[in-house]
């Protein structure tokens, strides 16, 4: 416990290295699925159209999806000899990026939707008799439930960092490479490394907790 | 709304921060990116290895890879760490350019199947039948498969516990043709239940075996690691003659099947000839001796150049040729120079750099 505090103390290159890639590739992931996610929940959330229901519903269950079945369904795909093998993706950063960004895109769509359905429908009644055009009209619905869809992305951006199937199955725990918090927790672990896997652990845990806390936080500070 | 009526524009500065983190976390993503992706200008070429756990988790390869790199800058080598099995497979989808495994009946089989080329034997070191001080079944010293008749007589009294790897690896190959030539049928075995099966890599075997006070197989390596980490407080109890024998080898993807046509059969053949180079052997003498008083793997080419233990080769020749040889020639492919003369030793003469005469390589002090 006390070597695994000092290597987070004296900023162990190691240590340091795969929190930042997992930082950022989890990062890149979770506002690379917002690119799609935070439109098709407006549209989900805005307007009406046959099956609203059963695609919310949809979402809303793909929310549990195993991160081994999606890194399977993936590794499939991006394999040498799959459909997108032509781009040599798998044991690739660019690989658990693709991956975990699906993985997060019914998180960020259905807590998103849920934050936009309960804006009040006056206010684009509103904006719309002052004169808002569509687009202002959506960004002044995203601005009136933006704690909601923030609460979404970090929801997401925690799964993302977490997530442990996706990155050894799309990443292959490669030094230096593709091994981030969760894959050399589970390899440093399984060689007997323990200082080296509670010090990454306590990182992951203090990553992910303050984020909750802090937007905890920040919601309440506003009126 | 409401709250926007009440308290206008209060929210702001609490959102702009929060916009700001959002793209700091982006921005640093994209800043970590480059860190990692761009110095590879001009772009290395990937070279990526499956490989067996064992080799994997004693850090041998982590120092391969940089010694290696040292001297072909051009290559970034990529080790994935499996089980051999599962490693083969990965090999045979076309996701990784060379395999370094430990299972000659199947490598035999990869080869034949039209997936590899140019096998060579790189390094070797034994396997042990661990267990508990106290040994339960009183097999200590005794042979194989001596051993492994105690310890499932003493399983079915309920007096030990077997290990398995279960797992599909070199390990658990060996394991399997252990128990079959001690004269037992393993799916039957499998149904017992002093027969545990741990379905994961050697060192979580290894401490499984420890909780349980139970015997288990190892490789030598990976025991020693455990041994001197203080993860296991196993003893070596069987660990000598010739069916203990693991032998390692390494064989490049095939680029003429048509799953691996885009492999790296160039960077492939770098690094086997790097491994039977005087300095890749010499890596393999050397690791892990200030650390364990011992050298994890044992060289191979060294040892038939030595010619100092004919029963040893012997031993590696009946357990690891594949008819005869250690690649038959109709598996070699631009092989030039790999398989001169009987045991490669023209080729590890060859290949010695120059400051190996000179005595001033760095690994040589």
Same mark, same amino acid.
Request: glycine share 14%; hydrophobic share 30%; proline share 6%.
């Given at each position: 416990m006390i070597r695994a505090i000092n290597l987070i103390l004296t900023r162990n290159p190691e240590v340091f290295g795969i929190t930042a890639l997992s930082l950022s590739v989890s990062g890149s992931a979770t506002l690379l699925s917002c690119v799609w996610s935070i439109p098709f929940s407006l549209g989900l959330a805005l307007r009406n159209f046959r099956g609203k229901r059963i695609a919310k519903g949809l979402f809303n269950a793909l929310i549990g999806i195993p991160t081994v079945a999606l890194g399977l369904f993936l590794y499939l795909v991006l394999s040498? =000899? /799959?459909?997108? /093998?032509?781009?040599?993706?798998?044991?690739t950063p660019w690989g658990i990026m693709i991956g975990q960004s699906m993985l997060v895109t019914p998180i960020v769509v259905s807590f998103s939707t849920s934050a936009l359905e309960s804006v009040d429908p006056e206010l684009r009644s509103l904006a719309r008799t002052l004169g808002a055009s569509d687009f202002q009209t959506y960004l002044i619905v995203v601005e009136e439930a933006f704690w909601g869809v923030v609460l979404a992305i970090i929801a997401a951006f925690n799964r993302a960092f977490a997530e442990l199937g996706i990155a050894m199955m799309? /990443? /292959?725990?490669?030094?230096?490479? =593709?091994?981030v918090l969760t894959t050399a927790i589970a390899l440093e672990t399984s060689r007997g490394d323990i200082a080296l896997s509670i010090a990454l652990t306590l990182i992951l845990l203090g990553i992910t907790m303050s984020l909750s806390i802090g937007i905890n936080l920040a919601r309440k500070s506003v009126p | 709304m409401l709250a926007n009526v009440v308290?206008?524009?209060?929210?702001i500065p609490t959102v702009q921060a929060s916009l700001l983190l959002l793209v700091a976390i982006g921005a640093a993503g994209l800043g970590v990116y480059a860190y990692y992706l761009l110095p590879a200008v001009p772009p290395k070429a990937r070279l990526i290895v499956s490989t067996t756990t064992s080799l994997y988790e004693t850090g041998l390869l982590d120092e391969l890879k940089s010694k290696f790199e040292l001297r072909y800058s051009n290559l970034n080598v990529s080790f994935i760490s499996q089980g051999t099995g599962l490693a083969m497979q990965t090999a045979m989808r076309g996701d990784a350019d060379m395999i370094l495994v430990h299972d000659p009946a199947r490598e035999h089989a990869f080869l034949n199947g039209g997936?590899? %080329?140019?096998r060579k034997i790189v390094a070797y070191n034994f396997f042990a039948i661990v267990g508990p001080s106290e040994d339960p079944a009183g %097999?200590? +010293? $005794?042979s194989p498969s001596d051993a492994l008749k105690q310890i499932r007589s003493a399983g079915l009294e309920g007096r030990a516990v077997w290990v398995s790897r !279960?797992?599909?690896s070199g390990t658990h190959a060996k394991e399997k043709s252990l128990w079959k030539a001690a004269g037992f049928d393993v799916a039957q075995l499998r149904? $017992?239940?002093?027969y545990l099966e741990a379905g994961s890599g050697m060192t979580a075997t290894l401490k499984m075996a420890d909780q349980k006070r139970g015997y288990t197989l190892t490789d030598i390596g990976t025991y020693l690691l455990n041994l001197e980490n203080h993860n296991i407080d196993l003893v070596k109890l069987v660990e000598s003659g010739k069916s203990m024998l693991n032998v390692y080898s390494v064989i490049a993807c095939n680029p003429k099947n048509q799953n691996m046509t885009k492999t790296n059969f160039e960077g492939s053949m770098q690094l086997i000839r790097y491994l039977v180079s005087s300095e890749g052997q010499h890596l393999f003498a050397t690791f892990g001796v200030s650390k364990y008083?011992?050298?994890l793997f044992k060289p191979y080419i060294e040892l038939i150049e030595s010619r100092i233990d004919p029963e040893l080769i012997g031993w590696i020749r009946d357990l690891a040729f594949i008819e005869g040889s250690e690649?038959?020639?109709?598996?070699?492919?631009?092989? $030039? !120079? #790999?398989? #001169?003369?009987? +045991?490669s030793v023209g080729v590890s003469l060859a290949s010695r750099p120059a400051c190996f005469e000179e005595k001033t390589c760095s690994w040589t002090q």
């Open positions: 040498r =000899t /799959g459909p997108l /093998g032509y781009f040599q993706l798998l044991y799309l /990443g /292959g725990n490669i030094r230096n490479m =593709t091994r | 308290a206008p524009r209060q929210a997936y590899g %080329v140019n %097999v200590s +010293g $005794e !279960g797992d599909d149904t $017992e239940a002093w008083d011992q050298p690649c038959p020639e109709q598996f070699r492919y631009q092989a $030039e !120079g #790999l398989y #001169l003369a009987q +045991g």
